[in-house]
């Protein structure tokens, strides 16, 4: 059995990568929100944080009421009771990656879980 996995995911408007990677510690999603539109739906979560990081394009994300602007190369951790909710602006698309993993379960990082070989 191979110790890596692969899938390619570029022109997909949403993929979740936990089955075609066979994620075991974490849930990315890739989305695509073309331009003037938005993730149908406001939600949160139980027990998991979501990291975002945006690939290309602009919008905005409300999080509790608040709006916060995206654009190329921002990065936002949510926390998981926060009610959240996705846009594109109305003149650009918007890339993003979604990381959701569960809050304070991080044990280790590269710094001290690297194996230097």
Known sequence: MS??????????????????????????????LPAGTSVPFVHSHKQNEEIYG???GKGKVVIDGETILLSEGDWLRIAPVA??????????????VCIQVKENSLEGYTMTDAVVE
Do not use: P, W, Y
């Open 83 to 96: 009610k959240r909710q996705f846009f594109a602006s109305d003149d650009a698309s918007m890339r993003f």
């Open 3 to 32: 110790n890596f996995s692969k899938v390619n995911v570029l022109d997909d408007a949403r993929v979740e990568l936990h089955d075609q990677l066979s994620l075991t510690g974490a849930e990315i999603s890739m989305n695509h």
């Open 54 to 56: 945006v690939l290309s």
